[in-house]
């Protein structure tokens, strides 16, 4: 990059700082795409005519309210809640929903700005928004998570629609929530329609979406490990989260003949020597889905595991390795741990599971490094399949479902690759993703004009 446009570069970032005080994971979230982008649009004059990248980090609404909602005590309530709707270019805003107390207006627009690329880099029709709440559901019993979705959606639902803004579930928000929210949007508003995707199948959801996000992730590492000429048959693998992604990520891992060595929650993580095969991770779902357990059960269970409290994965030696819990979760003496202990690859399962330091640490040493707007798009991809199904009024087979999936990822890698190649023989997943994620958004904004 040439020094003006390194100047330009900071300029622009010091902006961002400046615009958005100490929302440190918006600011990281734009850092990660800005220099991928300055680059690219360097001599593409009517990008920064347009000033298209910073129209794109400024969200197009961020909608803030109010959540009552009155507890088995009888207590009465109050959280906060959110909908960053980031960018509709390229069809209605789409993303998922968080409850988890760490969530703020940062969390929210890092989630959203990031959709925007991902959604984009799967090819179907969805711009890119987040919501959320404060909301920790974790110690909540079932009544109080109903009557805290309903209060929810009593406020969102004026800013949703099948045609507007389709949420969908993330971290403390599956298909039970959803079944709430929807409920309450279908109760209030008279109409049934695909406002949500990840509903249950009873009731318009689409089949294999539970499973997209993780398979997805699972065949995104193979496309890379396969371009590389490897593959994931007789390889060790770690993984971060013991939830929906995790869970069915290893479930895919287990099929194409990995091994899963570990899993984890946000107070520590299990290492099984012996492998996470398809009947532990069946125990670990119902330990998660129906009695709400902590996966240190896992150790009473299972003999031969060791269970680590309050500690990350990272130090286990492996060929593979999969964050699929949450942002940040990944950081640089971690990175450097599964570099030294020679992991070949990383596909991230969450959302912005490394930090920039640690990113640096995998691209430094040039091992395969998946970031997870293009390694977890298979979610909101199979999501847009459920919305096309929903518009249509039928519903597509697990078959078919799964094909299309792997078509998907297939056709996402290709994109990364294409403009992530260094000429060298590196991909970098990162700038191909940042790049092809960004342009089919930033010429539908060049058509429309000043808006
Ligand atoms: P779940 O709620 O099903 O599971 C989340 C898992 O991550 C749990 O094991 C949870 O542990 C752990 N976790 C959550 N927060 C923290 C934290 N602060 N520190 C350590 N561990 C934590 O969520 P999902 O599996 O759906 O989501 C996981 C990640 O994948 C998120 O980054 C999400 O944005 C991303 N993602 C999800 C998609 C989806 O389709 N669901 C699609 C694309 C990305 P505990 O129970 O202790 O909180
Ligand atoms: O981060 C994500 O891509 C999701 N949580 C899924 C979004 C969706 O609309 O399915």
Redesign the pocket.
């Known amino acids: 990059m040439p020094a003006s446009d390194h100047a330009n570069l900071e300029q622009f970032m010091e902006g961002v700082k400046q615009r958005n005080p100490g929302q440190t994971e918006f600011i990281q979230a734009v850092q990660e795409v800005a220099q991928d982008i300055f680059d690219f649009i360097e001599d593409k004059q009517e990008y920064h005519e347009a000033q298209i990248l910073r129209r794109m980090v400024e969200p197009d609404r961020v909608v803030s309210f109010r959540v009552c909602w009155e507890d088995d005590s009888h207590r009465i309530r109050v959280q906060r809640g959110w909908r960053v709707q980031n960018n509709n270019a390229i069809g209605p805003y789409k993303g998922?929903i968080?409850f988890?107390p760490?969530v703020n207006e940062s969390v929210l627009k890092f989630?959203a700005f990031e959709q925007t690329f991902k959604n984009s880099l799967t090819g179907l029709p969805m711009g890119g928004a987040k919501g959320g709440s404060n909301f920790d559901p974790?110690d909540k019993s079932d009544s109080e998570i109903m009557r805290f979705c309903q209060s929810f959606m009593t406020e969102l639902y004026r800013h949703v629609g099948p045609d507007t803004d389709v949420p969908?579930?993330?971290?403390?928000v599956?298909s039970r929530e959803i079944g709430y929210m929807f409920g309450q949007y279908k109760r209030i508003t008279n109409r049934w329609e695909g406002v949500l995707t990840g509903k249950a199948t009873e009731y318009g959801g689409s089949k294999m979406r539970p499973e997209?996000?993780g398979y997805g992730a699972v065949q995104f590492l193979c496309n890379m490990l396969r371009h590389s000429g490897s593959e994931i048959d007789g390889k060790t693998a770690i993984i971060?989260?013991?939830?929906?992604?995790?869970l069915h990520a290893a479930e895919k891992l287990c099929d194409l003949g990995g091994k899963v060595l570990t899993l984890?929650?946000?107070?520590g993580f299990v290492h099984d020597p012996d492998g996470i095969g398809r009947d532990k991770i069946e125990w670990v779902k119902r330990l998660k889905n129906e009695r709400r357990g902590r996966i240190s059960e896992y150790v009473e269970e299972f003999s031969g595991a060791e269970y680590h409290e309050g500690k990350r994965p990272w130090h286990v030696a492996a060929d593979l390795a999969l964050p699929?819990?949450?942002?940040n979760?990944l950081e640089e003496d971690d990175a450097k741990a599964l570099v030294d202990n020679g992991c070949i690859a990383v596909a991230e399962?969450?959302?912005m599971?490394t930090t920039l330091k640690g990113v640096k640490v995998f691209k430094d040493a040039r091992i395969m490094y998946a970031p997870?707007k293009a390694a977890?798009a298979g979610?909101?991809a199979v999501s847009g399949l459920e919305m096309s199904q929903n518009a249509e009024r039928i519903s597509w087979n697990q078959e078919r479902l799964g094909d299309m999936l792997t078509e998907l990822m297939k056709d996402i890698h290709e994109k990364c690759v294409t403009y992530g190649d260094d000429g060298d023989g590196y991909i970098d997943y990162v700038k191909g993703a940042n790049i092809a994620g960004f342009k089919k958004v930033a010429d539908a904004m060049l058509a429309f004009g000043v808006v």
């Open positions: 998922g968080r988890h760490s989630l974790h969908a579930g993330d971290i403390g599956g997209a996000t971060s989260g013991a939830g929906n992604v995790a984890s929650d946000s107070d699929c819990a949450t942002q979760e399962g969450a959302n599971p997870g977890n979610g909101v």
